[in-house]
C-alpha cells in the first residue's frame, strides 16, 4: 500500500495541498500563541524610578491585609492613609524631610498623561534643569521632554501657567513640577515622604506605627506610580494571549478537522476501484491514515517554521499598540514547537480516523455509481456527537440561567461558550443544508432558465461539500456576531442601566484628581432652585466565605439628596433608612438580607459593623454600594448631581452653576450630555485583544475557506465537462460554478447567524433576569462585511480552478477515470 499511497500524494495533489496549508496554519497560529503566552509569564525585575537617588522613603498604609484561615488576604486601599503627623514629627528630628504629591495635569497641547510634583522632588530621580530655572512662582512650571520650551504659556485643568525650565524627559513619566507650596494647593494629601536619614533609625521610629512601610534599596519601586503596573500588563497579556490560543487552537483544530474528512470523502468511488482490485478494508485504513500522517509531519513542521516568523511579528504589534510593556519580547522557549507540532500531528490524525473507518466500508459497487449524491452525509457517530454537544450547550445555559445568570455576561464565558455551539451546529449542518439551499435558492429557481434550478440541486445534491465549503464561513459569522455583540448588547445594558438611575438635571464634575473644595461646594449648595447632591468614589471591603476578601466600589452621598437626584434598582429596603451605622449593597453580597449586619472594612482600611438598610439588585455587576460620607473618610468629592427645583429655569441653573465652579475649575454637563460622556465602552485593551482574536481567526477561516473551495471545485472537474458535453457554454459554467460559491456562503452565513443569535438570546436572558431589560445589539455592519469577504473569496476560489479546468477539452475529461 506505500506504493498506492505515494501516488495518491502524486495524482491527488491539489486536494492534499489543500490540507497541508490548513495545517501548516493551523500549527503556525497554535506556536505563535504559545509563544506569546510563554513570554508573557516573567517579567524583569523593575528598578526605582522616580526615587533612585533618595535615600529612604517613607509610605503610608496602601493596603489591607486580612488573615483567614488559607493565609493572609490583601486588597489596595481606594484611599490610602497619610503618614501620621507625629510620625513625621519624629522624622524631621532624623533629618531632611520632603513630602511627595502626584497629581493629573491636563493640557491640550502637551502629552496625553502629564503628572504635577513639587519641584523638591525632582532631585530624587534625579531630574537636572536642562535649559532655564526652577519654578518660583505659583503660575510657574518646569517640565519633562521638549514638547514645550522656557518662556511659553500653557493653558492646564487649574489654570494658565508659564513654562520656565525643562529637565530631560525619564521615559517613565511626562512631569510638570509646581512650587511646592502650589503642589500643596493642587494635592493636599501628601502619601509618602523622602527622608535623608539612617534607614535603621527611620524604621525605630515608624516601629509603632501600623502600616507604615520604610522602603530602601529597590523597594523604592513601590513609591513610584503603579508599581505594579509589569505584574498588571503580564495579567491583561496572558488574558489576552490566552483567550486568543483557546480561540484560534478552537478555529485551527475545527477547520483541520473538517478539512481532513472532507478530503478523505472525496474520495468515495477512488476507494471503491481499490475494493474492487481487492484492496481489505484494514488496507484501505491503512493507507489514509499513512497519508494524513506524511502531511501532517510536513505540515506541522512547516507550522513550526512560520509560527517562528510571526511570534516576533505579534510581539512588535503589541508593544506599538500600548498593549504590552516596552520590554516585552518574544523569549527562548521550546516547549510552543512541541505542543504545536504534536498537536498538529494529533488533529490531522483525529480528522482521518472516523473518514477512514468509512472509507474502509466503502464497497466495491462505489465505483460503478456515476451519481454523486449524498445519501448518508450522517453517520451515527456524527449524531451522536452533534446531538450530545447541543443537549450540553442547552444544559449548561439553562443552568447558568437558573444557578448565576452573572456568569454569562463575564468575558471568558461569553468568549468560550459559543464554541460549543459552533461544533454542535458543524456536525448537524448536513442536516439543515438542504433544507436551507432549497429555501435560499427557491426564487432563483423560479426564473427563467435552468441555471437557478442546478445551483440548487448541485449544492443540495453534495450535501457533504456544500456542509464542509460552509464551515469557515459558519466560524467567521458566528465568532464575529457571538463576541462583538456580546460586547455590543453588554455596553448597551450597562447605558441602559445608567440612563435608569441618572434622574438629576446637571451633573458637575472637578478638573482635576483632588475633588471639589469646601468653598466650591458651598457656592453649588448655594444656587437657589435646585436640590444639590455631592458623593465621593470609595470601596468597601467584605470578607466571604471567611477566606475571600472582596472589594465593592462604592459611592458615599447624604441620602436624602441621593434619594432627589439618583433612582437606585432596590429590590428590598428603603433608601431613606441610609445613615452613618448603615450600607445599601447588592444581592451578589453573600450576606443581602435588610436588617443584618456585616462587617466591612471601610476604603482606609477602618473595619467597621454596618447594618444592611436596603439591597439593590445585580444588574450588569457595576451596582456597588452605598454609604454615607462619613464612611468613606478622606475621600474628595467628584460628582455633584444637580436636580432642578418645580419653575427653576434650566439656563439660569446653568449659568449660576459655571460661576460657582469657575475658582477651582469643574465641568457642568446637562442629563444627556453626561450619559453621552459617560456611556461605558469596551476597554482599549479588550477591544484589542478581541481584534486580535478576530483578526487571527478570520484571516485564517478565509483563507480555508479559498483553501476548501479550492479542492471542491478542482475535484468538479468532470462534472463540469458532462455539462460542457451537454451543452453549456464556458461562461455559463462559470456562472453556474460562481452562483453555487454564493450559495454556500449564504448557507454558511445564515448557520453562523443562527449560533450568534443563539448566545446574544442567553445572554439577553441573563440580562433579563439580572433586571436590566435592554435589546440585543447584532453588529450587522461587520457581519456583512464578513459574509461580503467570505462571498468574494469563495466566488474567486472557484471561478478560478473551474476556468483552468476548462482549458481542457470537454471529452477528454468525460474520458478520464476519477
Given at each position: 500500500?506505500?506504493?498506492?499511497t505515494?501516488?495518491?500524494?502524486?495524482?491527488?495533489?491539489?486536494?492534499f495541498?489543500?490540507?497541508?496549508?490548513?495545517?501548516?496554519l493551523?500549527?503556525?497560529?497554535?506556536?505563535?500563541?504559545?509563544?506569546?503566552?510563554?513570554?508573557?509569564?516573567?517579567?524583569?525585575?523593575?528598578r526605582?524610578?522616580?526615587?533612585?537617588?533618595?535615600?529612604?522613603?517613607?509610605?503610608?498604609?496602601?493596603?489591607?491585609?486580612?488573615?483567614?484561615?488559607?493565609?493572609d488576604?490583601?486588597?489596595?486601599?481606594a484611599q490610602?492613609?497619610?503618614?501620621?503627623d507625629?510620625?513625621?514629627?519624629?522624622?524631621?528630628d532624623?533629618?531632611?524631610v520632603?513630602?511627595?504629591?502626584s497629581?493629573?495635569v491636563?493640557?491640550?497641547?502637551g502629552?496625553a498623561?502629564l503628572?504635577?510634583?513639587?519641584?523638591?522632588?525632582?532631585?530624587f530621580?534625579p531630574?537636572e534643569?536642562?535649559?532655564?530655572r526652577?519654578?518660583e512662582?505659583?503660575?510657574?512650571?518646569?517640565v519633562?521632554g521638549?514638547?514645550?520650551?522656557p518662556?511659553?504659556?500653557?493653558?492646564?485643568?487649574?489654570g494658565?501657567?508659564?513654562?520656565?525650565?525643562?529637565?530631560?524627559?525619564?521615559?517613565?513619566?511626562?512631569?510638570?513640577?509646581?512650587?511646592d507650596?502650589r503642589?500643596?494647593?493642587?494635592?493636599?494629601?501628601?502619601?509618602?515622604?523622602?527622608?535623608d536619614a539612617?534607614?535603621?533609625?527611620v524604621?525605630?521610629a515608624?516601629?509603632?506605627?501600623?502600616g507604615v512601610?520604610?522602603?530602601?534599596?529597590n523597594?523604592r519601586?513601590?513609591?513610584?506610580?503603579?508599581?505594579?503596573?509589569d505584574?498588571?500588563?503580564?495579567?491583561?497579556?496572558?488574558?489576552m494571549?490566552?483567550?486568543?490560543?483557546?480561540v484560534?487552537?478552537?478555529?485551527?483544530v475545527?477547520?483541520?478537522?473538517?478539512?481532513?474528512?472532507?478530503a478523505?470523502?472525496?474520495?468515495?468511488?477512488?476507494?471503491?476501484?481499490?475494493?474492487?482490485a481487492?484492496?481489505?478494508?484494514?488496507q484501505?485504513?491503512?493507507m489514509?491514515?499513512?497519508e494524513?500522517?506524511?502531511?501532517?509531519?510536513?505540515?506541522?513542521?512547516?507550522?513550526?517554521?512560520?509560527?517562528?516568523y510571526g511570534?516576533?511579528?505579534?510581539?512588535?504589534?503589541?508593544?506599538?499598540?500600548g498593549?504590552?510593556?516596552?520590554?516585552?519580547?518574544?523569549?527562548d522557549?521550546?516547549?510552543?514547537?512541541q505542543?504545536a507540532?504534536?498537536?498538529?500531528?494529533?488533529?490531522?490524525?483525529?480528522?482521518?480516523?472516523?473518514?477512514?473507518?468509512?472509507?474502509?466500508?466503502?464497497g466495491?459497487?462505489?465505483?460503478?455509481?456515476?451519481?454523486?449524491v449524498?445519501?448518508?452525509p450522517m453517520?451515527?457517530?456524527?449524531?451522536?456527537?452533534?446531538?450530545?454537544?447541543?443537549?450540553?450547550?442547552?444544559v449548561?445555559?439553562?443552568?447558568?440561567?437558573v444557578?448565576?445568570?452573572?456568569?454569562?455576561l463575564?468575558?471568558?464565558t461569553?468568549?468560550?461558550?459559543?464554541?460549543?455551539?459552533i461544533?454542535?451546529v458543524?456536525?448537524?449542518?448536513?442536516v439543515?443544508?438542504?433544507?436551507?439551499v432549497?429555501?435560499?435558492a427557491?426564487?432563483?429557481?423560479?426564473?427563467?432558465?435552468?441555471?437557478?434550478?442546478?445551483?440548487?440541486?448541485?449544492?443540495?445534491?453534495?450535501?457533504?461539500?456544500?456542509?464542509?465549503?460552509?464551515?469557515?464561513?459558519?466560524?467567521?459569522?458566528?465568532?464575529?456576531?457571538?463576541?462583538?455583540g456580546?460586547?455590543?448588547?453588554?455596553?448597551?445594558a450597562?447605558a441602559a442601566?445608567?440612563?435608569?438611575r441618572?434622574?438629576?438635571?446637571?451633573?458637575?464634575?472637578?478638573a482635576?484628581?483632588a475633588?471639589f473644595?469646601?468653598?466650591?461646594?458651598k457656592?453649588?449648595?448655594?444656587?437657589?432652585?435646585?436640590?444639590?447632591?455631592a458623593s465621593?468614589?470609595?470601596?468597601?471591603y467584605?470578607?466571604?466565605d471567611?477566606?475571600a476578601?472582596?472589594?465593592?466600589?462604592?459611592?458615599?452621598?447624604e441620602?436624602?439628596?441621593?434619594?432627589a437626584?439618583?433612582?437606585l434598582?432596590?429590590?428590598?429596603?428603603?433608601l431613606?433608612?441610609?445613615d452613618?451605622?448603615?450600607?445599601?449593597v447588592?444581592?451578589?453580597?453573600?450576606?443581602?438580607?435588610?436588617?443584618?449586619?456585616?462587617?466591612?472594612?471601610?476604603?482606609?482600611?477602618?473595619?467597621?459593623s454596618?447594618?444592611?438598610?436596603?439591597v439593590?439588585?445585580?444588574?450588569?455587576?457595576?451596582n456597588?454600594v452605598?454609604v454615607?460620607?462619613r464612611?468613606a473618610?478622606s475621600?474628595p468629592?467628584?460628582?455633584?448631581?444637580v436636580?432642578?427645583?418645580?419653575?427653576a429655569?434650566?439656563?439660569t441653573?446653568?449659568?449660576?452653576?459655571?460661576?460657582?465652579v469657575?475658582?477651582?475649575?469643574?465641568?457642568?454637563?446637562?442629563?444627556?450630555?453626561?450619559?453621552?460622556?459617560?456611556?461605558?465602552?469596551?476597554?482599549?485593551?479588550?477591544?484589542?485583544?478581541?481584534l486580535?482574536?478576530?483578526?487571527?481567526?478570520?484571516l485564517?477561516?478565509?483563507?480555508?475557506?479559498?483553501n476548501?473551495?479550492?479542492?471542491?471545485?478542482?475535484d468538479?472537474?468532470?462534472?463540469?465537462a458532462?455539462?460542457?458535453?451537454?451543452?453549456?457554454?464556458?461562461?455559463q459554467?462559470?456562472?453556474?460554478?460562481?452562483?453555487e460559491?454564493?450559495?454556500?456562503v449564504?448557507?454558511?452565513?445564515?448557520?453562523?447567524?443562527?449560533?450568534?443569535?443563539?448566545?446574544?438570546v442567553?445572554?439577553?436572558?441573563?440580562?433579563?433576569?439580572?433586571?436590566?431589560w435592554?435589546?440585543?445589539?447584532?453588529?450587522?455592519a461587520t457581519?456583512?462585511a464578513?459574509?461580503?469577504?467570505?462571498?468574494?473569496?469563495?466566488?474567486?476560489?472557484a471561478?478560478?480552478?473551474?476556468?483552468?479546468?476548462?482549458?481542457?477539452?470537454?471529452?477528454e475529461?468525460?474520458?478520464?477515470?476519477?
Amino acid at each position: 500500500m506505500l506504493t498506492t499511497t505515494l501516488h495518491t500524494l502524486r495524482t491527488r495533489w491539489v486536494t492534499f495541498v489543500g490540507s497541508f496549508v490548513a495545517l501548516s496554519l493551523g500549527v503556525a497560529l497554535i506556536a505563535v500563541m504559545g509563544l506569546a503566552l510563554a513570554s508573557s509569564l516573567d517579567a524583569p525585575d523593575r528598578r526605582p524610578e522616580r526615587f533612585a537617588a533618595a535615600p529612604v522613603v517613607v509610605k503610608g498604609q496602601d493596603t489591607l491585609e486580612v488573615p483567614t484561615s488559607n493565609g493572609d488576604r490583601t486588597q489596595k486601599l481606594a484611599q490610602p492613609r497619610a503618614v501620621p503627623d507625629e510620625v513625621v514629627a519624629k522624622l524631621r528630628d532624623l533629618g531632611t524631610v520632603v513630602e511627595d504629591r502626584s497629581f493629573a495635569v491636563r493640557d491640550e497641547s502637551g502629552p496625553a498623561e502629564l503628572v504635577g510634583h513639587p519641584w523638591s522632588t525632582a532631585a530624587f530621580a534625579p531630574y537636572e534643569l536642562a535649559a532655564g530655572r526652577a519654578p518660583e512662582a505659583a503660575d510657574e512650571v518646569v517640565v519633562s521632554g521638549d514638547w514645550a520650551r522656557p518662556g511659553i504659556r500653557v493653558r492646564t485643568d487649574t489654570g494658565t501657567v508659564r513654562v520656565v525650565g525643562t529637565v530631560p524627559g525619564s521615559g517613565f513619566e511626562d512631569a510638570v513640577f509646581y512650587t511646592d507650596a502650589r503642589a500643596a494647593q493642587l494635592a493636599p494629601r501628601s502619601l509618602q515622604l523622602v527622608v535623608d536619614a539612617d534607614a535603621a533609625a527611620v524604621r525605630e521610629a515608624v516601629r509603632d506605627s501600623a502600616g507604615v512601610q520604610v522602603l530602601t534599596g529597590n523597594a523604592r519601586r513601590y513609591a513610584d506610580a503603579d508599581p505594579d503596573r509589569d505584574s498588571e500588563a503580564l495579567t491583561a497579556m496572558n488574558a489576552m494571549f490566552g483567550t486568543a490560543g483557546g480561540v484560534t487552537g478552537f478555529v485551527s483544530v475545527f477547520v483541520v478537522v473538517s478539512t481532513f474528512a472532507f478530503a478523505v470523502a472525496q474520495r468515495r468511488r477512488e476507494f471503491g476501484l481499490l475494493r474492487t482490485a481487492g484492496a481489505t478494508p484494514g488496507q484501505i485504513r491503512r493507507m489514509v491514515v499513512g497519508e494524513a500522517l506524511a502531511v501532517g509531519v510536513l505540515a506541522s513542521a512547516t507550522g513550526c517554521a512560520l509560527g517562528s516568523y510571526g511570534a516576533p511579528k505579534l510581539a512588535e504589534w503589541a508593544v506599538d499598540e500600548g498593549l504590552a510593556p516596552r520590554w516585552f519580547t518574544i523569549g527562548d522557549y521550546t516547549w510552543p514547537y512541541q505542543l504545536a507540532f504534536w498537536t498538529g500531528l494529533f488533529v490531522a490524525l483525529c480528522g482521518v480516523l472516523a473518514a477512514s473507518w468509512r472509507a474502509g466500508r466503502t464497497g466495491p459497487t462505489e465505483a460503478l455509481r456515476e451519481a454523486s449524491v449524498d445519501n448518508r452525509p450522517m453517520t451515527r457517530g456524527r449524531w451522536l456527537f452533534g446531538a450530545a454537544l447541543l443537549i450540553t450547550a442547552a444544559v449548561t445555559l439553562a443552568l447558568a440561567l437558573v444557578t448565576n445568570p452573572g456568569e454569562l455576561l463575564q468575558r471568558k464565558t461569553y468568549v468560550s461558550r459559543p464554541m460549543l455551539l459552533i461544533t454542535s451546529v458543524a456536525l448537524l449542518a448536513p442536516v439543515l443544508v438542504r433544507p436551507l439551499v432549497r429555501l435560499i435558492a427557491w426564487l432563483p429557481a423560479q426564473l427563467p432558465g435552468a441555471g437557478g434550478m442546478l445551483v440548487r440541486e448541485n449544492a443540495a445534491a453534495g450535501v457533504r461539500r456544500t456542509a464542509a465549503v460552509a464551515a469557515p464561513v459558519l466560524v467567521t459569522v458566528a465568532l464575529a456576531g457571538s463576541l462583538l455583540g456580546a460586547t455590543a448588547t453588554l455596553d448597551q445594558a450597562k447605558a441602559a442601566e445608567a440612563r435608569e438611575r441618572t434622574v438629576a438635571d446637571f451633573v458637575v464634575t472637578p478638573a482635576g484628581d483632588a475633588g471639589f473644595d469646601g468653598p466650591t461646594l458651598k457656592r453649588l449648595r448655594a444656587v437657589s432652585g435646585v436640590e444639590v447632591s455631592a458623593s465621593s468614589s470609595s470601596a468597601v471591603y467584605v470578607l466571604e466565605d471567611g477566606v475571600a476578601l472582596i472589594r465593592s466600589e462604592a459611592r458615599a452621598a447624604e441620602p436624602e439628596p441621593l434619594a432627589a437626584t439618583a433612582r437606585l434598582p432596590l429590590a428590598a429596603g428603603k433608601l431613606g433608612d441610609l445613615d452613618d451605622d448603615s450600607i445599601i449593597v447588592n444581592k451578589e453580597w453573600r450576606r443581602h438580607t435588610v436588617g443584618e449586619r456585616v462587617d466591612v472594612w471601610l476604603g482606609d482600611g477602618t473595619r467597621k459593623s454596618l447594618k444592611i438598610a436596603a439591597v439593590m439588585t445585580v444588574g450588569t455587576g457595576d451596582n456597588g454600594v452605598y454609604v454615607t460620607p462619613r464612611n468613606a473618610p478622606s475621600a474628595p468629592v467628584d460628582r455633584v448631581d444637580v436636580r432642578l427645583a418645580n419653575g427653576a429655569d434650566a439656563d439660569t441653573v446653568a449659568a449660576a452653576l459655571r460661576r460657582a465652579v469657575r475658582a477651582s475649575g469643574g465641568n457642568v454637563l446637562t442629563r444627556d450630555a453626561w450619559l453621552r460622556a459617560m456611556r461605558p465602552e469596551t476597554n482599549r485593551t479588550t477591544r484589542a485583544g478581541f481584534l486580535l482574536v478576530l483578526g487571527i481567526a478570520l484571516l485564517y477561516t478565509g483563507i480555508s475557506l479559498a483553501n476548501t473551495m479550492v479542492m471542491a471545485t478542482s475535484d468538479r472537474a468532470r462534472e463540469l465537462a458532462v455539462l460542457r458535453l451537454a451543452g453549456a457554454t464556458g461562461r455559463q459554467v462559470l456562472r453556474l460554478v460562481g452562483a453555487e460559491a454564493l450559495m454556500v456562503v449564504m448557507v454558511g452565513g445564515l448557520l453562523g447567524a443562527l449560533v450568534a443569535g443563539l448566545n446574544l438570546v442567553g445572554m439577553w436572558c441573563a440580562l433579563g433576569l439580572l433586571s436590566v431589560w435592554t435589546s440585543i445589539e447584532i453588529p450587522w455592519a461587520t457581519l456583512a462585511a464578513a459574509v461580503g469577504a467570505c462571498a468574494v473569496l469563495a466566488v474567486v476560489s472557484a471561478v478560478i480552478p473551474a476556468g483552468l479546468s476548462l482549458r481542457r477539452r470537454a471529452v477528454e475529461w468525460a474520458g478520464t477515470p476519477e
